[in-house]
């Protein structure tokens, strides 16, 4: 396993070793003593959800107060550019945001620390992603950061225009979100 820090250090791109052959190939997603050996992360994962969007579908930026999630996320069929926001109040990279394509082919996986919020955009004909969270998911803890807030000014390169849930249209400005402190 490879693990590369991102701009925003406690971000981790996650790159399994892939076997391949003619046959087709195999990698192990996950193995916890190897994750906690190369990232310092133990983390125990409650819950798994399988996502699957068409194009354009945007999704997001989610994240949970009072029960925060740590997600570690990857696509297995299609293509995605994945946002991860900076939601820590005394945080240097407090509202910055990266970004990144996974994919079936790449075979990367996104290690979302807790306190940060996550988004997606498919960007192929359809995507099916996986995220693995460190808690389970309560819609009374759970807030969206509004995806196209002036202030991130996230370049999602979007083909046509966003689909998007009404309750993301509805997301919070950062400015007057409520963060980790």
Known sequence: MKVTPTAIPEVLIVEPKVYGDARGFFYES?????????????????QDDHVRSARDVLRGLHYQVGLPQAKLVRTIVGSVFAVVLDLRAQSPFFGRWVSMT????????????????????????????????????????ERTILWND???????????????SARDNQGTALAAAEVFR
């Open 30 to 46: 996950f193995n916890a003593r190897q994750f906690a050996e190369a990232t310092g992360q133990q983390v125990v994962f409650v």
């Open 102 to 141: 996974l994919s079936a082919e790449n075979c990367r996986q996104l290690w979302v620390p807790a306190g940060f919020a996550y988004g997606s955009l498919v960007t192929s004909e359809f995507a099916e992603s996986l995220v693995k969270s460190s808690d389970y998911w309560t819609p009374q803890s």
């Open 150 to 164: 002036p202030a991130l000014a996230i370049e999602w390169p979007l083909r046509g225009a966003a689909m998007v």
